[in-house]
């Protein structure tokens, strides 16, 4: 998601949203460098986070299918970051009461990254729905394409069954309740129409993507692979 | 005049540490009220510049103009006798 959003940097519709977009990028690389460094020594075959960003194809990749959606235009960037700014705020308040130590620390980090996050797309939603026509067309388009990538978000596997088990990980079903809601009233408030469609994409947790990421990781991986092991 | 079309003008004022003054770091344009505040958080506090924002309408701003110095600022510089400068500070007074 923070690849996806650094696109804008330079194109963003005024300065101030340019450099809000980035801001909002940067913390999520952040964030994925604290998650994948600890994967890396969880893994426990010495990779760092930047082997595991740089050097996996697209099928070891687990990322949801919903942040390796393309930008479109401000609307859809906006509606596609406010719904996973939901998922995230809710993911990050229930990982914080993990057994883990390092991903309970973590969560509680980032609770406060996203807590801005999620006011800064609220806020957009609001204006953009309860705006002009044009500007509801465009989100409202946006809300009822991305809809079904949002099923995705809260698919569990084995692993996942496992470690919530054990107290590490989260229920994604709960969350899935707490986002539902979230969503709806806001999209209410913002005149916006929450999509019926039931049909949703799915396998991110099998390595299963869409076609968008196979590009998306041929830019960001291009300079490690070409130049291995290269320094700044 | 020109007309500005990027939107409303904003000045902002962020305070560094609680309890000491605010202080205009610049400017920028925002739609409303609460994104003017947020923008100025995402443009003017990237590298820990303080921990309160303030945003004021540029319009709202009634600022002296360069014709004023003359009566309004110099006619302050010979009345030494508003300066605390005659009173000796004992010796032991730390805080004063």
Not at chain 1, 81 to 90: E, N
Not at chain 1, 150 to 177: C, H, N, Q, R
Not at chain 2, 17 to 38: F, T
């Amino acid at each position: 998601m923070g690849q996806r959003l650094s696109e804008w940097c330079g194109h963003g519709p005024v300065l101030e949203e340019d450099i809000a977009l980035t801001n909002i990028a940067l913390d999520l690389v952040g964030q994925a460098t604290a998650i994948l460094n600890y994967a890396g020594k969880v893994e426990g075959k010495g990779h760092t986070e930047d082997d595991l960003a740089f050097l996996r194809p697209e099928r070891e990749f687990r990322n949801v299918l919903l942040a390796e959606q393309p930008n479109g235009d401000y609307a859809f960037t906006i509606a596609r970051q406010f719904l996973f700014d939901v998922y995230q705020y809710y993911y990050y308040q229930s990982l914080q009461k993990s057994k883990d130590e390092t991903l309970s620390a973590l969560s509680e980090k980032s609770l406060k990254e996203v807590t801005y996050h999620l006011r800064h797309t609220s806020q957009w939603m609001l204006r953009l729905g309860d705006g002009t026509p044009e500007s509801h067309e465009r989100v409202q388009r946006a809300i009822n394409e991305l809809w079904m990538f949002t099923g995705d978000l809260f698919d569990m596997d084995e692993v996942d069954a496992l470690l919530l088990k054990e107290g590490v990980s989260i229920d994604l079903k709960e969350v899935k309740g707490k986002w539902e809601n979230h969503v709806a009233e806001l999209l209410e408030k913002a005149t916006l129409q929450l999509p019926v469609q039931t049909f949703m994409q799915a396998g991110s947790r099998a390595g299963k993507h869409t076609e968008h990421l196979g590009f998306l990781l041929a830019e960001m991986q291009y300079l490690q692979r070409t130049y291995p092991d290269v320094k700044w | 005049m020109e007309k500005d079309t990027q939107g409303t003008l904003w000045e902002v004022f962020v305070q560094a540490n609680p309890g000491i003054p605010h202080k205009h770091v610049g400017s920028l344009h925002a739609s409303d009220e609460e994104m003017a505040l947020q923008n100025a958080r995402d443009v003017y506090t990237r590298r820990k510049e303080g921990i309160s924002i303030w945003v004021v309408e540029a319009k709202n701003i009634k600022a002296s103009s360069p014709e004023d110095i003359g009566s309004f600022f110099e006619p302050a510089n010979d009345k030494v006798y508003r300066h605390p400068t005659f009173y000796k500070v004992p010796d032991g007074v730390k805080h004063l």
